[in-house]
Structures are given as structure tokens and as C-alpha cells.
């Protein structure tokens, strides 16, 4: 294998902070290059970009654009095509991940696999870290779509608690998605007032339980779920609320046992957003926490011995973050073993309790 390259298109919410942790952990995760892509130049976003050139990644632009961004002091290492080409592994960031597979990545020869992230639905596979991992085909799967940030935290959800040794004990589950607004880096689409969703799918709901259910079918699992989806007037945090109606009976005990076994889920006697939030902001990685998921211990409740209800936080970008990590080193080399052993550098950020 020649140098290994990771380009990543888009500097928001998810492609700023991945350009940093490739960048502050290349040796360690034995990535030779990093390049990043923006497509418009501004002003106000010229500090943000020289201090990830500062860092050592390479910027690439449309060609059309060169001149207008080195007219704002940045070095410009490679236009767009150039960089896709050169690149082992291409994420997008963007929400215009399926156009730009149409229009670039199907006719790259250069990458060995392209990621695109949440709501780019079949862009390719649908995956998590730690849930869906051994459905990632070598040599077969050179696309792969990071599900959203809640569907992270219901699929890691369902997989800790309703998976047994023969199978999955699930009959039914319900999830309410509370959505954020938006971001505290962004300054539109917020609402004044807490705004409710459409149930499009007269399957699933909204698209947070159609993508949980195509993400299983890549494991040849069935389940029956439905999501129903809230946009809430903060920027603080997603919260989830969920209903398992099971197979078997369970205890509270067991149903926390489960939580506390899985590394990637965090627990919390916390009720409050903020709190959570606050914690991401002081001890995670640009803020972020990368668990899957952080459950609150003290809403929990088993009903009639398999009725589980509960409440979670989702740790929005993080989760996605984790598992756009994996994806890249999964396209570097497919070994499990290798895989799990790169990313033990960023583990301090998987946090088991808040």
C-alpha cells in the first residue's frame, strides 16, 4: 500500500472536528496525509481554517476557487479533484453526500472507500461501531453511510438490551426523537417553540427507525419499530425517549447490568441537558463525547417484567465521529484486530459514566 490518505469535504459540525483527530492522532492511527475540502471562501471562517492548516492538514478547493481563497492568506495544496483522487478514504460531510457520489466518487478510481454521513439514506452500507461491524464485506463494500446521531443511540440501545445468546427477544420498539434545534455554532433553522414532526413512513415513522431497520437487515434481523421525531427549542443536546415491549422477562438489574457491560454506553444520574452538554464541552474532544449514547439511570422503569421504558441522551456528532473513525480504518485494513487497536488512542473520550 502506498501513503494513506484520509480527505475529508466539509468543515461543519462533524468535518472540523474529524480533520482534527486525524490530524492530532496520524501516527497513531498510521495515516500518512490528511487533506480537507471547503468549498466556499469566507472570512469569518478564515481562522478556523489556517489554525487546521497550522495543525498539518492540506487544503483542497474547487479549482474555480483557488485564487478567491488564497486572496484570504490560505495555502492551497490541491483542487477538489485532485484530492479525491490521491485519497485512500474519502468522507463526506456534506449533506450532498448521494449527488456527489453520482457526480464524483463512482467515477474515482483512486480511494478505496468513501463514507458519507446521517441522512445521506443509500448512499451505501448503513453502520455503527459496535453494532453492525461484522456486516462490513472486504473488497465488496467501498461506500458506507454513518447513520444519524439518534439512530446511533436506538440501534446501540436495542443491541445492549435486547440482544440474547439466540437471538433478539425484541417484539416492539417505540422511540421519540426530542431534536435540538440546531447547533450552538449555527445561527439558523431554530425554532421559537417546540415544533412536531410528520410521520412520512407509514412503516417506520420518521427516518430514525427506517434506518435502525435497514441497519439490522445487514445482519439479517427483522425487529417491528417505530419513531416519532420533536424539534425542541434549545441547542444543548438530542434526548430519546424509548419503549421495549420483549420476549422474556427482565429485571432492573439486569436491564443496568446490560447498560454498565457495554463500553460504549454511558450512564448518568443526570436529568438535565445541560449538564450533559457542559460535561462534553469540559472533558470531551471539541466538546464532543463519543459515546453511542448516555442513559439516565434514574428514569428506568420495567413494567409487567418486559415493558422497558426509559430516557437517553444522544451524544450528537460524537457517536458519529467514533464510527466514521472505524469506517476509515476498517477501508485502511479490514483486520478487526487492527481496527480496535487504532482506536485506542481516542477510548478516553468513550465515557462509561457522566
Known amino acids: 500500500m502506498g501513503k494513506k490518505i484520509i480527505h475529508v469535504i466539509g468543515t461543519g459540525t462533524i468535518g472540523e472536528p474529524l480533520i482534527g483527530l486525524f490530524v492530532d492522532f496520524r501516527e497513531k492511527f498510521e495515516i500518512d496525509e490528511v487533506t480537507f475540502h471547503k468549498r466556499t471562501p469566507l472570512k469569518g471562517d478564515r481562522a478556523k481554517i489556517e489554525h487546521l492548516?497550522?495543525?498539518g492538514a492540506k487544503l483542497a478547493v474547487d479549482e474555480d476557487k483557488v485564487k478567491d481563497f488564497e486572496s484570504l492568506g490560505h495555502k492551497v495544496s490541491f483542487t477538489a479533484d485532485e484530492a479525491i483522487e490521491r485519497a485512500t478514504v474519502v468522507i463526506d460531510c456534506t449533506p450532498a453526500g448521494n449527488k456527489n457520489k453520482e457526480e464524483f466518487y463512482l467515477k474515482a478510481d483512486g480511494p478505496k472507500g468513501f463514507?458519507?454521513?446521517?441522512?445521506?439514506?443509500?448512499?451505501g452500507k448503513p453502520y455503527v461501531r459496535g453494532v453492525n461491524d461484522k456486516a462490513l464485506v472486504p473488497g465488496e463494500d467501498r461506500f458506507i453511510q454513518v447513520v444519524s446521531c439518534n439512530t446511533h443511540n436506538i440501534v446501540t440501545l436495542i443491541k445492549t438490551i435486547c440482544e440474547d445468546d439466540d437471538g433478539y427477544i425484541l417484539d416492539k420498539g417505540v422511540f421519540v426523537c426530542m431534536r435540538r434545534s440546531n447547533d450552538v455554532t449555527q445561527t439558523?433553522?431554530?425554532?421559537?417553540?417546540?415544533?412536531v414532526g410528520t410521520h412520512d413512513d407509514e412503516t417506520y415513522g420518521t427516518h430514525h427507525a427506517r434506518d435502525a431497520q435497514y441497519l439490522f437487515e445487514t445482519l439479517n434481523i427483522k425487529?417491528?419499530?417505530?419513531?416519532?421525531a420533536i424539534k425542541i427549542n434549545?441547542?444543548?443536546m438530542h434526548s430519546l425517549w424509548f419503549n421495549f415491549l420483549i420476549s422474556r422477562s427482565m429485571s432492573k438489574e439486569e436491564l443496568v447490568d446490560r447498560l454498565l457491560a457495554n463500553p460504549r454506553v454511558a450512564v448518568t444520574e443526570k436529568r438535565y441537558a445541560n449538564l450533559i452538554f457542559s460535561f462534553g464541552r469540559d472533558h470531551g474532544y471539541y466538546g464532543r463525547i463519543l459515546s453511542q449514547t448516555v442513559v439516565v439511570l434514574p428514569t428506568l422503569a420495567v413494567r409487567n417484567g418486559n415493558e422497558i421504558y426509559g430516557f437517553c441522551f444522544?451524544?450528537?456528532d460524537g457517536n458519529s465521529l467514533l464510527s466514521s473513525i472505524a469506517a476509515t480504518l476498517w477501508f485502511i485494513d479490514p483486520d478487526p484486530e487492527y481496527v480496535d487497536k487504532r482506536l485506542n488512542p481516542i477510548?478516553?473520550?468513550?465515557?462509561?459514566?457522566?
Open 53 to 55: 492548516i497550522g495543525r
Open 115 to 123: 463514507i458519507a454521513q446521517g441522512s445521506e439514506f443509500g448512499f
Open 188 to 195: 439558523s433553522k431554530f425554532v421559537p417553540a417546540p415544533m
Open 223 to 228: 425487529l417491528n419499530l417505530f419513531s416519532s
Open 234 to 236: 434549545t441547542q444543548y
Open 314 to 316: 444522544t451524544p450528537q
Open 347 to 354: 477510548r478516553r473520550w468513550i465515557y462509561r459514566e457522566i
